[in-house]
């Protein structure tokens, strides 16, 4: 490949530190608004050598080689993706497009960095074959600003073998049969019965999966997009989101839980499942990725519907394209790129049921493609609020710590976290009593 133009360059950087910021070229610098070839820089959450991955970086390669461009596709860190975005945007030195989380769409719109896909999106022929409850969370004023890569419904991921040493046929409906489960579990297994991620980027998503297990959501839609959190405005509702925090101290207090757990991370979760060492967990259908490695300690695993309390629901991460507002040139050869990765056929052929896409063929065979395709789940998710999370999802952090690593009273971590993200709101200007 490179002795030829073509040219896809694999840049495995696992992040360590801010000091690397600025250390991939600019596409803006090697393509104008019509002279010379585009370079497309693609900057990628993919972990390095998995299934996911390796069918990303073909496609990549395969277009690359068939419409002579060069794409620059590099690996990164989640949890450190998104300060490299907003670094590289402030510097006016933004890649062509990225992955990205939801979360992430309100602070992106509001910066301007991203670009207007509307006139592409109405030209493209598959548009009406993609689930318009996840292409609403990603506009604005009707404005597609980007595209879905994945969608990632949280399922009961569990260990079937573990529940039956423990006595159990299957696994948990509700909260409070998780809890009443939990010791036996512990006792007739020697591992914990649930995981969780205390810190990091999937903490305020599971948070968000309790909060829409409980009822509650983390902003109401007041219309002429405005938002207010209206946890205080009743005792019903304060006692409500005080619930969800309670059930954190619970699953610490009676062991449900590693006393770990409250400080771990989205790794220590998924590898601590996969080495068996967690009997059930709520994650993402990457689950399977794992197998791989692990194929005697995963054998056993299962998907399920999460258990809740008083409504069926859990988290709809959509996992996104972000195309960046450089010159419309790269923007276009850009959509089109994304364009090729979201086909039925190269979505088909890689995980089909992550796909945005409504018309994936969904093999009931396959454990992981019949659970995270299953009609209910997909139901029954539900997205984050079209608002900038940047301020938000930190206090949702601190307020799981101030329960599982303070020992404060869930009603005061309700408190505080229903100020924070009115607080946010207000700075956003999409606050509204």
């Known amino acids: 490949?490179?002795?030829?133009?073509?040219?896809?360059?694999?840049?495995?950087?696992?992040?360590a530190s801010t000091s690397m910021l600025f250390g991939c070229g600019n596409s803006k610098s090697d393509s104008g608004d019509s002279e010379g070839p585009t370079k497309i820089v693609f900057w990628s959450g993919a972990t390095k050598g998995n299934t996911d991955q390796v069918h990303e970086q073909e496609l990549i390669e395969k277009y690359a080689e068939d419409n002579d461009l060069e794409i620059d596709y590099q690996l990164f860190n989640w949890d450190q993706l998104k300060d490299k975005i907003v670094t590289s945007v402030s510097a006016d030195d933004a890649p062509s497009i990225t992955?990205?989380?939801?979360?992430?769409?309100?602070?992106?719109?509001?910066?301007?960095?991203?670009?207007?896909?509307t006139s592409y999106w109405d030209n493209y022929e598959d548009k009406d074959l993609f689930y318009d409850n996840v292409m609403d969370a990603l506009s604005t004023d009707g404005k597609i600003q980007a595209l879905p890569n994945y969608i990632a419904p949280r399922a009961l991921v569990y260990h079937k073998d573990l529940l039956a040493k423990a006595g159990y046929d299957t696994p948990p409906k509700?909260?409070?049969?998780?809890?009443?489960?939990?010791?036996?579990?512990?006792?007739?297994?020697g591992q914990a019965a649930f995981g969780i991620a205390g810190t990091g980027a999937r903490a305020p998503q599971e948070l968000a999966s309790f909060l829409f297990q409980n009822g509650?959501?983390?902003?109401?839609?007041?219309?002429?997009?405005?938002?207010?959190?209206?946890?205080?405005d009743s005792d019903e509702n304060l006692a409500k989101a005080t619930e969800v925090f309670q059930f954190y101290k619970d699953l610490l207090d009676q062991g449900v839980i590693e006393k770990n757990a409250a400080v771990g991370g989205w790794e220590e979760l998924d590898t601590n499942f996969a080495l068996g060492k967690y009997a059930m967990m709520n994650n993402g259908s990457w689950m399977q990725n794992y197998e791989e490695n692990n194929p005697d300690e995963m054998a056993d695993a299962e998907v399920g519907l999460p258990p809740y309390n008083t409504t069926p629901a859990t988290f709809l991460?959509?996992?996104?394209?972000?195309?960046?507002?450089?010159?419309?040139?790269?923007?276009?050869?850009?959509?089109?790129?994304?364009?090729?990765?979201?086909?039925?056929?190269?979505q088909q052929s890689g995980r089909p049921e992550g796909s945005p896409r409504t018309d994936m063929e969904i093999d009931d065979a396959n454990k992981w493609a019949k659970g995270f395709g299953d009609s209910a789940l997909i139901e029954q998710a539900q997205p984050l609020p079209p608002i900038s999370m940047a301020e938000i999802t930190?206090?949702?952090?601190?307020?799981?710590?101030?329960?599982?690593?303070?020992?404060?009273?869930?009603?005061?971590?309700a408190i505080f976290l229903s100020d924070k993200i009115n607080e946010a709101l207000k700075t956003q200007d999409a606050y509204q009593e």
């Not at 073509?6 to 696992?14: F, K, N, Q």
């Not at 992955?99 to 896909?117: H, I, N, P, R, T």
């Not at 509700?174 to 006792?187: E, G, P, Q, R, S």
């Open 1 to 15: 490949m490179k002795s030829k133009k073509r040219m896809v360059a694999l840049g495995a950087v696992l992040l």
């Open 317 to 346: 991460e959509i996992n996104t394209y972000y195309i960046y507002n450089n010159d419309k040139k790269e923007v276009e050869e850009t959509f089109k790129l994304a364009q090729y990765l979201l086909s039925k056929d190269n």
């Open 174 to 189: 509700t909260w409070d049969d998780l809890l009443d489960m939990a010791k036996t579990v512990k006792d007739k297994t």
């Open 99 to 117: 992955w990205g989380l939801g979360e992430w769409y309100g602070e992106f719109s509001k910066m301007g960095a991203l670009a207007d896909l």
């Open 394 to 413: 930190q206090p949702m952090q601190d307020a799981i710590a101030m329960v599982l690593q303070n020992g404060e009273k869930p009603e005061d971590a």
């Open 216 to 232: 509650l959501s983390i902003a109401d839609d007041q219309g002429s997009g405005k938002y207010k959190n209206t946890w205080q």
